[in-house]
């Protein structure tokens, strides 16, 4: 037998899994209380940006950022990628809803986005 640790939504469960029994038969489950899992250290929040901008560029869909492709004070048509969003193994380039300046860029490649986080805002 072998036991696993499994987290969905931020909650653990351990799992346990026979091997080799030889039978077809499942064994009826056992109901696990769910254990806490870790917590994170809490991220510092980056101070907000002298001057950033009133336009803000959101996350469609939940993913990780797995590219910057703009930098602050770059200007940006509209349709510019600004950041790069890794979701279900397809890169979603978020762009710029307009022409403008970025004014700050909010995540960090490595970081895991929800739908409408700020990913970044432009003047």
Do not use: F, H, R, W
Not at 35 to 57: L, N, Q, T, V
Not at 61 to 80: E, L, N
Not at 104 to 109: E, F, L
Request: proline share 8%.
């Amino acid at each position: 037998m072998k036991t696993y640790t499994i987290t969905v939504n931020g909650t653990a469960y351990d799992v346990t899994v026979e091997e080799g029994t030889g039978t077809t038969t499942p064994a009826p489950a056992k109901a696990l209380a769910p254990k806490a899992a870790p917590k994170a250290a809490p991220k510092a929040e980056a101070p907000a940006a002298e001057g950033a901008g009133s336009i803000k560029i959101t996350a469609q869909t939940a993913g990780k950022v797995c590219q910057i492709a703009a930098s602050v004070g770059q200007t940006v048509k509209p349709g510019d990628p600004v950041v790069v969003v890794e979701s279900m193994k397809m890169e979603i380039p978020v762009v710029a809803p307009q022409d403008g300046t970025v004014a700050s860029i909010d995540v960090a490649v490595g970081d895991a986005v929800e739908i409408g986080a700020i990913l970044a805002t432009m003047n």
